[in-house]
């Protein structure tokens, strides 16, 4: 189960950080990210990590947010700093872990994170 949590409203230029957890046995995390869909617009990604600490940023996020991991590997949080109104949208939770043996990394996804920005 994949489950994120920290989203809030908050104003133009502020920060958030929202937590991803994933429970149960993992036996193995090929890569954890964040995606963002605003009203209207498509699903997009905003910045993964892989089991390796290779991180990759959306353009529209480089230098204001920052993913990180913590050792367990099933837990993933993503920091936002001098958040815009464009910024706003459900934030989802994507973990590419394996869970059964032989099975290989396959994709869960959470039920998502508001986050609110105002001007």
């Known amino acids: 189960q994949v489950v994120e949590s920290g989203g809030a409203s908050v104003q133009a230029g502020g920060s958030l950080t929202v937590t991803c957890i994933v429970s149960?046995?993992?036996?193995?995390?090929?890569?954890m990210g964040w995606y963002r869909q605003a009203p209207g617009k498509e699903r997009e990604l905003v910045s993964k990590?892989?089991?390796?600490?290779?991180?990759t940023y959306a353009d529209s996020v480089k230098g204001r947010f920052t993913i990180s991991q913590d050792n367990s590997k099933k837990k993933v949080y993503l920091q936002m700093n001098g958040l815009k109104t464009d910024d706003a949208a459900v934030y989802y939770c994507?973990?590419?872990?394996?869970?059964?043996?032989?099975?290989?990394?396959?994709?869960?996804w959470g039920q998502g994170t508001q986050v609110t920005v105002s001007s």
């Open positions: 990590i892989s089991n390796f600490g290779t991180t």
């Open positions: 994507a973990a590419s872990v394996e869970v059964r043996f032989l099975q290989g990394c396959r994709q869960y």
């Open positions: 149960g046995t993992v036996l193995r995390t090929c890569e």
